[in-house]
């Protein structure tokens, strides 16, 4: 249990610091190939170089993935098994299933905005219409989806060690010693009549007293 909340805590915090460097990171598209070869140069765009519509919305998703993996890494701290903080293990295993589903949070709103992202420039790329400067996927958002990924991984990491302390403990059973004979012909006569219990007499031989 204890070895599943650390590596649900590295996936996590793993996860975190990579949408942290995909969002800050200018190479989200860059310019094919075929267009650099003629101008010599590489020409990289990230999210915070235009304000296209998509590209806003995709920053705000972002915004939301990295925000939420902070907090889901705060969280997870004080759902540790191996910290002093967070109350008995029933509210531990619930602080850590909260942290578990702030981190898939994060990890979905990352998929989503490289997702979406990655569609735009794909869609650009292959209309023939399209006469502007067409891009290819950057770096960044391979990082991106590599970070959700490991966020969600944690998450559920994390959303799976509640279910240690839902299980039933087993029942005992008071051991009353075994039932005498007698009792038992009592119980299946039902009571009825008198049962005259006799004493086995005891006979000594001679050698007992040597």
Request: aromatic fraction near 12%; charge should be positive; glycine fraction near 12%.
């Amino acid at each position: 249990m204890f070895r599943a909340q650390i590596s649900a805590l590295v996936f996590g915090v793993g996860g975190f610091g990579a949408l942290v460097a995909a969002t800050a990171s200018n190479e989200w598209r860059v310019t094919t190939r075929a267009s650099s070869v003629i101008t010599a140069t590489w020409v990289y765009q990230g999210l915070w170089m235009n304000c296209a519509g998509y590209i806003q919305a995709c920053r705000g998703l972002m915004i939301a993935a990295v925000s939420l993996g902070f907090f889901g890494s705060i969280i997870a701290l004080f759902g540790m098994k191996c910290t002093k903080v967070g109350g008995s293990e029933k509210a531990k295993a619930k602080t850590a299933c909260l942290a578990g589903v702030v981190f898939i949070l994060s990890g979905l709103c990352s998929m989503t905005g490289c997702s979406l992202y990655a569609n735009k420039i794909t869609t650009e790329f292959f209309d023939p219409l399209f006469i502007d400067q067409k891009y290819e996927l950057g770096a960044a958002l391979f990082i991106g989806w590599s970070g959700a990924t490991l966020c969600i991984i944690g998450g559920v990491i994390f959303c799976f060690s509640i279910s240690d302390n839902n299980k039933k403990p087993r029942m005992g059973y008071a051991y009353n010693g075994a039932t005498s004979v007698m009792s038992s012909r009592a119980k299946y006569h039902g009571g009825e009549g008198d049962i005259k219990t006799t004493t086995p007499s005891k006979q000594f031989d001679k050698n007992a007293y040597v």
